[in-house]
């Protein structure tokens, strides 16, 4: 096999990640995830899931978006980092 996957992540490098949920956030607590593109999605078959894209500056930022949505009771279908933020 290759390099690892892990080599490229840095624990306190900022990084744009996705995360899904199941549910819907109410515009009324969407203030905690200001910055933050927010999609609400439907499935075919009915299923609600919300979609949340940002950046945050490192990975205790992160932990803090998901422990917002774990004391709002959302369940956390997928956590996704998309790319490294280049420093300037």
């Known amino acids: 096999m290759g390099k690892k996957q892990t080599e490229n992540y840095h624990f306190s490098k900022?990084?744009?990640y996705k995360i899904v949920i199941q549910g819907k956030i109410d515009d009324?607590?969407?203030e905690r995830f200001r910055g933050m593109q927010i999609r609400v999605?439907?499935?075919p078959g009915g299923l609600?899931?919300?979609t949340l894209i940002g950046e945050m500056i490192d990975q205790t930022a992160l932990t803090s978006i998901l422990n917002s949505l774990y004391d709002m009771h959302f369940t956390v279908i997928s956590v996704r980092m998309l790319t490294d933020v280049e420093d300037d």
Do not use: E, R
Request: hydrophobic share 40%; net charge positive.
């Open 41 to 43: 999605n439907k499935s």
């Open 48 to 50: 609600v899931s919300t």
């Open 28 to 30: 009324g607590v969407s």
């Open 14 to 16: 900022a990084a744009i």
